[in-house]
């Protein structure tokens, strides 16, 4: 199986997402992150595909935090 250029943007983004927390990413790189993640299959394992939902949802709610306190 090769690594691929979005593999290795994915995981570093999700390691600086476990060393920092959500609120240190910039707009783009919650965006691009939402975007590799939900590329991501992991359908074989359960847990992990749980683990992708829970995440997608606090990126997504992070996402909008940012959009929002734009029109403020």
Known sequence: MDITADDRRRVELLEMVSKSGLKKLSL?????????????DYSHNKKAEK?????LAKIN????DLEEGKWL
């Open 28 to 40: 783009d790189d919650l965006l691009q992150l939402r975007s590799l993640v939900q590329d991501k």
């Open 51 to 55: 683990s992708k939902s829970r995440l």
């Open 61 to 64: 709610a992070r996402i909008y």
